[in-house]
């Protein structure tokens, strides 16, 4: 009776699963097929012929994503990296240092996570056009920038907390300065959050659409999912198999990340809860 | 004041990562609770018109689908996704070859909104599944899924599911193998029987956890944007918008930027309070 229960799990979950796989075989299936195969039967036929990597030079050159991709991994490398250095450097004055009032410069700094979005899209929308910032790589990897430092200070404190204060005391009291600890004695200890909060930054970076369309116009700034729906919204009637083709390029480099880095991602949900 | 003196260094420490904070985003929030009092199309002088933009939200119809649509957002992705997630996490916590189920139900969070939604609209296209449901017989409940209200918004928060159901597993699962063993250990020798100790144990125990994965899930699905905007910008007719999605439209559509700063600020408040409970459990109390 027991080993009939089991079996039947399995079924269930293997059904389920199948069900969760399904959309990414689809994906998978019709990013391989030519336009008239497409047209010709439907998204669940086998493929008649292999041309994904015209597809995908399509999509590349054709459809515009090569551009959005290379600014992509450029917003998020600048976004994640300078992030994480000055919320390193806010975290640790509010842990190590003598601040007064730390708690509420803190409070000051994790406000940034409260409000929606939709708080500062009219507002970034005119500083950027007079500033002259708007449509701008730089403009955008300010913005990335900016947006990434509240949750790394967030997730930076919690961890700084923890660390054990007597090292830091004893740097100090031969005689370190400030900075020689910081950049000595705590950061060394703070890379693998700083690892996971590359990963993180770096993927909400690559995921943003709105920003993107809000404070970009042109495709040679673009990030590359505001490309991407651009691209949905010339192709999906002329060129599914093209667009699908996108989808893989977009989803790659996270998808990459995501298998590569699993238990980062474990280990970043934990230190996020824990708070 | 000697204390400030001899560690005035420590402030150039918080400094640039503060003045980010209020360049950009304490800025924004006083300058949108601004707008949002004014009727603006960007270019003339503006015009004050007080609480117009607000009041208005809730007697047109434009925003009142809106308001409607966010409601129905919000409470089938608590439902849903986190009912399933925690049904999945307790499900696989005991079977073997776990890790390979995690992670197709997890796959799809690595999966951005955006090209979630291109995934789906290929989906609920002619050749999509309602091929299937022709194939099948049951060509009657075939439709066009992304055009007929109410459908489109269900269809939507399908897609959604998908993407996001395998995080709230994750993070049950997380919960679940943090909890400690005596209380299951007790429960069975007492001869409890499987929901009776779901129920009576695990769900108390995982509580805070929960906490994390309602707030979450209050705050993502009240300001939802890329799937709808992707799949259908808030159409046919801006029957299928969100506040979100409404806020986007009046401001960088219509230019009407008044009354979508208006949205965003109730958009705000909303989801402020909800997740006033996320916010306590992680802030910390007073430190």
């Given at each position: 009776m027991r080993r009939v229960g089991t079996l039947l799990s399995y079924l269930c979950i293997s059904a389920l699963a199948a069900?969760?796989?399904?959309?990414?075989?689809?994906?998978?299936?019709?990013?391989?097929?030519?336009?008239?195969?497409?047209?010709?039967?439907?998204?669940?036929?086998?493929?008649?012929?292999?041309?994904?990597?015209?597809?995908?030079?399509?999509?590349?050159?054709?459809?515009?994503?090569?551009?959005?991709?290379?600014?992509?991994?450029?917003?998020?490398?600048?976004?994640?990296?300078?992030?994480i250095l000055l919320a390193s450097l806010a975290a640790y004055a509010l842990t190590f240092l003598r601040i007064k009032g730390a708690f509420y410069w803190f409070l000051l700094i994790y406000s940034g996570t409260i409000f929606p979005f939709q708080m500062y899209l009219?507002?970034?929308?005119?500083?950027?056009?007079?500033?002259?910032?708007?449509?701008?790589?730089?403009?955008?990897?300010?913005?990335?920038?900016?947006?990434?430092?509240?949750?790394?200070?967030?997730?930076?404190?919690?961890?700084?907390?923890?660390?054990?204060?007597?090292?830091?005391?004893?740097?100090?009291?031969?005689?370190?300065?400030?900075?020689?600890?910081?950049?000595?004695?705590?950061?060394?200890?703070?890379?693998?959050?700083?690892?996971?909060?590359?990963?993180?930054?770096?993927?909400?970076v690559w995921n943003d659409l709105i920003f993107g369309l809000t404070l970009t116009q042109t495709p040679e700034i673009r990030p590359i999912m505001a490309g991407l729906s651009s691209m949905q919204g010339v192709f999906f009637r002329t060129g599914v198999t093209t667009l699908m083709a996108g989808v893989l390029i977009t989803s790659i480099p996270t998808i990459l990340v995501f298998l590569a880095l699993q238990r980062s991602f474990i280990r970043g949900l934990q230190l996020t809860i824990k708070g | 004041m000697a204390n400030f003196r001899k560690n005035w260094d420590a402030y150039l420490y918080v400094l640039p990562a503060s003045l980010f904070v209020v360049a950009f985003f304490i800025y924004s929030v006083v300058f949108t609770l601004v707008v949002s009092f004014l009727q603006w199309d960007g270019l003339k002088a503006p015009k004050w018109v007080g609480l117009y933009n607000y009041k208005i939200i809730f007697q047109d119809v434009t925003y009142v689908t809106s308001l409607i649509n966010t409601l129905i957002w919000v409470v089938l992705s608590l439902i849903v996704p986190v009912g399933l997630g925690l049904l999945l996490s307790v499900w696989l916590q005991k079977l073997k070859g776990q890790i390979l189920f995690k992670n197709i139900f997890y796959l799809p969070y690595a999966i951005s909104l955006t090209v979630v939604?291109?995934?789906?609209?290929?989906?609920?296209?002619?050749?999509?599944?309602?091929?299937?449901?022709?194939?099948?017989?049951?060509?009657?409940?075939?439709?066009?899924?992304?055009?007929?209200?109410?459908?489109?918004?269900?269809?939507?928060?399908?897609?959604?599911?998908?993407?996001?159901?395998?995080?709230?597993?994750?993070?049950?699962?997380?919960?679940?193998?943090?909890?400690?063993?005596?209380?299951?250990?007790?429960?069975?020798?007492?001869?409890?029987?499987?929901?009776?100790?779901?129920?009576?144990?695990?769900?108390?125990?995982?509580?805070?956890?929960?906490?994390?994965?309602?707030?979450?899930?209050?705050?993502?699905?009240?300001?939802?944007?890329?799937?709808?905007?992707?799949?259908?910008?808030?159409?046919?007719?801006?029957?299928?918008?969100?506040?979100?999605?409404?806020?986007?439209?009046?401001?960088?559509?219509?230019?009407?930027?008044?009354?979508?700063?208006?949205?965003?600020?109730?958009?705000?408040?909303?989801?402020?309070?909800?997740?006033?409970?996320?916010?306590?459990?992680?802030?910390?109390?007073?430190?």
């Open positions: 069900l969760w796989l399904f959309p990414v075989l689809l994906v998978l299936m019709n990013a391989c097929k030519t336009l008239q195969d497409y047209s010709r039967g439907n998204i669940w036929k086998w493929p008649q012929e292999f041309v994904l990597f015209q597809n995908i030079r399509d999509a590349w050159v054709l459809g515009g994503l090569g551009k959005g991709f290379v600014n992509s991994i450029g917003y998020g490398v600048i976004g994640a990296v300078c992030s009219i507002p970034l929308y005119f500083a950027y056009q007079k500033t002259g910032l708007f449509n701008t790589f730089g403009g955008m990897a300010l913005f990335y920038v900016a947006i990434c430092i509240p949750f790394c200070v967030f997730l930076l404190r919690n961890y700084m907390k923890t660390l054990p204060v007597e090292v830091v005391e004893a740097a100090r009291i031969e005689g370190c300065s400030n900075f020689k600890v910081y950049w000595n004695i705590v950061m060394p200890m703070c890379l693998s959050p700083a690892y996971v909060l590359f990963i993180f930054q770096f993927t909400w | 939604g291109v995934i789906w609209v290929m989906l609920y296209s002619k050749t999509g599944i309602n091929y299937l449901l022709n194939e099948f017989g049951l060509k009657h409940l075939a439709k066009d899924w992304l055009n007929t209200p109410p459908y489109n918004t269900f269809a939507m928060i399908i897609a959604a599911v998908w993407q996001v159901t395998g995080t709230n597993m994750l993070l049950f699962l997380v919960g679940l193998s943090s909890l400690p063993k005596d209380p299951f250990e007790a429960a069975a020798i007492d001869g409890a029987g499987r929901f009776r100790i779901f129920f009576n144990i695990t769900l108390p125990l995982l509580r805070p956890i929960t906490i994390v994965v309602v707030g979450m899930t209050l705050v993502n699905s009240f300001k939802i944007f890329d799937v709808i905007w992707v799949m259908t910008m808030g159409g046919p007719y801006r029957s299928s918008e969100t506040f979100a999605v409404t806020m986007y439209r009046e401001s960088f559509v219509l230019f009407n930027f008044g009354q979508g700063a208006a949205i965003a600020i109730v958009l705000t408040v909303a989801s402020i309070l909800v997740s006033w409970f996320y916010l306590k459990n992680t802030v910390g109390e007073g430190d």
